[in-house]
């Protein structure tokens, strides 16, 4: 679990169940890797600070997940560093917390509280209704009918389209065919858009190239397909799953779960394949550079920005709705990330293909999930 470094406000929360509440009042760089904070009494504030408390509260991955909650803790360190607000957050020891958590923004007076993944969405709705004259947003969730509850959303079909199409070609590099492999924490929307867009493109690498390529893990038509259940990170059912796959013939494993990257990595070098995998909603192969050799892309779930741009917005241009923010390919809300270490083995027309699928998408001549 995260430590920070900040004077924690426990007193007094004890018999609400908040499990780790943190208020930053001073400003901080955005980290690539997990976020800290520092202690406000020894650093002073890049900027002239704001009469603005942006908060949040995590779901059960926390902080330090390498994935989404992360994303959007760093989007608050940013809003901090740069425009001079205050923070706070809290992280769940459980389920049962969401709702304490969330009552703990509220009676902290918070300007806007971020909650973050779909676990929240009962809870967040509820504080929504009871507070109206407080402003919400849920990432990856949804509105209830309150106009005080942001929705952001992400068409991750998009970008793991073009993740899949270069899975694809990555597997039958040396062949005629190949196998790529996925699996989910949880079979929800803002899971199996993940893995409808993987599946056809490299459905689409199939039809281009002419190659025979299976993808197991996931049938979208069915909808049926491997989950490990919940978004622990790294757990055993999730190296299980990530080797049934390889079992199965995957080389290249798509985890929509957020940090499973340590358990595909085990479950590759536990079968002594050339694997890799794709990452989910952060550049991994920078956040997480202990897996870099690993990483062939990351769909990126750019939450960083979407979290900067709406507090930027309530604190510095005093605007808020509620109307749904939804990150595509055409806003730079999600995209591929770099090959990096893998760049000088994808060939050069499969990058150049992957750059019209791109556009095509934007313009709508492209669909991602067929």
Request: a negative charge.
């Amino acid at each position: 679990m995260k430590t920070h470094n900040a004077k924690r406000l426990l007193a007094g929360l004890a018999g609400i169940g908040v499990s780790a509440l943190v208020l930053a009042g001073c400003a901080s760089e955005a980290e690539t890797t997990a976020p800290t904070t520092t202690d406000e009494t020894s650093t002073e504030t890049a900027v002239e600070g704001l009469d603005f408390l942006a908060c949040a509260v995590s779901d059960e991955g926390s902080w330090n997940d390498k994935s989404f909650n992360e994303a959007v803790y760093d989007g608050l360190l940013q809003a901090q560093a740069e425009l001079g607000v205050q923070i706070a957050d809290a992280e769940p020891d459980s389920g049962e917390a969401y709702g304490p958590n969330l009552q703990a923004m509220v009676d902290r007076g918070c300007d806007v509280i971020f909650g973050v993944g779909f676990l929240l969405v009962e809870d967040i709705n509820i504080a929504a209704a009871a507070n109206p004259d407080m402003k919400f947003v849920t990432v990856d969730g949804w509105s209830e009918g309150n106009d005080n509850l942001k929705p952001v959303g992400y068409k991750m079909e998009e970008s793991s389209y073009l993740a899949g199409y270069a899975a694809a070609a990555y597997a039958s590099l040396d062949s005629d065919s190949g196998v790529v492999g996925t699996y989910g924490g949880v079979q929800i929307d803002a899971v199996v858009d993940f893995m409808d867009g993987y599946y056809y493109g490299a459905m689409a690498y199939a039809a281009d190239s002419g190659k025979d390529i299976t993808v197991v893990g996931w049938d979208p038509v069915a909808k049926t397909g491997q989950f490990i259940g919940n978004f622990v990170p790294n757990s055993p059912e999730s190296k299980a799953i990530a080797a049934t796959l390889i079992e199965q013939g995957a080389t290249v494993i798509f985890p929509v779960g957020g940090d499973q990257f340590g358990a595909v990595a085990e479950a590759i070098a536990d079968a002594g394949i050339q694997g890799a995998m794709i990452g989910v909603d952060k550049d991994i192969a920078l956040t997480a550079p202990q897996y870099a050799s690993l990483v062939l892309t990351s769909a990126e779930k750019r939450m960083t920005a979407a979290t900067f741009d709406i507090i930027r917005e309530m604190a510095i241009d005093g605007v808020f709705t509620g109307d749904y923010y939804m990150g595509t390919l055409a806003n730079n809300g999600t995209d591929i990330s770099p090959f990096y270490e893998f760049d000088s083995v994808i060939p050069q027309e499969v990058k150049d293909r992957i750059n019209e699928l791109r556009q095509g998408i934007i313009d709508g001549t492209v669909d991602p999930r067929s």
